[in-house]
């Protein structure tokens, strides 16, 4: 009966939790204001795509560069 002692794993940091909550939200600001203004079509379709692209792209850059960071353990 050895005891053996299991490794813990340490969890993720906050930055690496926020970037892929960041991009989620991006994926939800796609669906949203993309493919739902073009179906609804009560505003005009150019301000509807570039207000939703411009929010994701801003979203992804951001949870890609969160989540991609490690930091360096010694």
Do not use: C, H
């Not at 005891?3 to 906050?14: T, V």
């Not at 926020?18 to 179906?39: E, N, Q, R, V, Y």
Request: glycine fraction near 10%; proline fraction near 4%; charged fraction near 20%.
């Amino acid at each position: 009966m050895g005891n053996k002692k299991e490794k813990i794993q340490p969890n993720p940091e906050l930055r690496v939790n926020i970037g892929k909550f960041m991009l989620d939200l991006s994926k939800l600001t796609f669906a949203s204001f993309i493919l739902g203004g073009i179906l609804k079509g009560e505003l005009p379709q150019y301000i509807i795509i570039a207000a939703g692209g411009i929010v994701f792209t801003v979203l992804t850059i951001m949870g890609m560069l969160l989540s991609s960071q490690k930091k360096n353990k010694e």
